[in-house]
Nanobody, 120 residues
Framework: QVQLVESGGGLVQAGGSLRLSCAASGRTFNSYTVGWFRQAPGREREFVAGIGWSTAYADSVKGRFSIWRDYAQTTVNLRMNSLHPEDTAVYYC????????????????WGQGTQVTVSS
């Protein structure tokens, strides 16, 4: 069983930066693939970035967001630069065995989400 807790959300002006963290319980967490997803009001949950043996990014965030894993802290972090108002959403981290996939239904464990609001 893996329990995930996101942190680091908040309110930021357009062009600003935030770092989200996904902390996990369980010593095997470092072997899981982790994805970051986001969901804006009235929209479906969408893939943002993932890390397994490699990394992957949604086209909308490529070059602005960076995902990395801190093995010592058992966290997966998402650095978000050059934020746009369109990045406003609740951000979730999720974990699964196997490789990176972009469909949220393929992930087994989810955090509770953290709100990111980007003002114009």
């Amino acid at each position: 069983q893996v329990q995930l807790v996101e942190s680091g959300g908040g309110l930021v002006q357009a062009g600003g930066s935030l770092r989200l963290s996904c902390a996990a319980s369980g010593r095997t967490f470092n072997s899981y693939t982790v994805g970051w997803f986001r969901q804006a009001p009235g929209r479906e949950r969408e893939f943002v970035a993932g890390i397994g043996w490699s990394t992957a990014y949604a086209d909308s965030v490529k070059g602005r967001f960076s995902i990395w894993r801190d093995y010592a802290q058992t966290t997966v972090n998402l650095r978000m630069n050059s934020l746009h108002p369109e990045d406003t959403a609740v951000y979730y981290c999720a974990a699964r065995r196997g490789g990176i996939v972009r469909g949220p239904d393929e992930y087994d464990y989810w955090g509770q989400g953290t709100q990111v609001t980007v003002s114009s």
